[in-house]
C-alpha cells in the first residue's frame, strides 16, 4: 500500500513564505510525476505543480515565478517552495504521485493559511 504524508502547511501573512513536503511510504515504489494539486472551500480542485521523473515541470500561471517544484527520485519525495504567497493561496495543498504504471496517488492534504 502507498501512503503519501505532507507536511509544512500553516498560517502565514501575505508576501511570506512556506515550504510544503510530501513522502511516500514506498522506497521501491517507481514514480513518473509528482505534483501539488490545491483545492480552496467552494472550488474545484486544481493544478499547481507537476515534475516528472526527468525533472520537467509545469506550473499553474496564477503561480508561475512564486513557487518551485523539486523532487528526490531516490527518497520519492516531492517539495513546494513558496514565496510571495497571497491571500488567494489559501487552501488544502494536497500531494499526488503518479506511478509508471500509470496508477494515481493522493495525500490527505495540508492547510495553507495566507492572511493578516
Known amino acids: 500500500q502507498v501512503q503519501l504524508v505532507e507536511s509544512g502547511g500553516g498560517l502565514v501573512q501575505p508576501g511570506g513564505s512556506l515550504r510544503l513536503s510530501c513522502a511516500v511510504s514506498?522506497?521501491?515504489?517507481?514514480?513518473?510525476?509528482r505534483g501539488w494539486y490545491r483545492q480552496a472551500p467552494g472550488k474545484q480542485r486544481e493544478l499547481v505543480a507537476t515534475?516528472?521523473?526527468?525533472?520537467?515541470?509545469n506550473y499553474a500561471d496564477s503561480v508561475k515565478g512564486r513557487f518551485t517544484i523539486s523532487g528526490d527520485n531516490a527518497a520519492n519525495a516531492v517539495y513546494l517552495q513558496m514565496n510571495s504567497l497571497k491571500p488567494d493561496d489559501t487552501a488544502v495543498y494536497l500531494c499526488?504521485?503518479?506511478?509508471?504504471?500509470?496508477?494515481?496517488?493522493w495525500g490527505q492534504g495540508t492547510q495553507v493559511t495566507v492572511s493578516s
Open positions: 514506498r522506497s521501491d515504489f517507481i514514480i513518473n510525476t
Open positions: 499526488y504521485v503518479q506511478s509508471h504504471r500509470g496508477s494515481d496517488y
Open positions: 515534475i516528472t521523473r526527468w525533472a520537467d515541470t
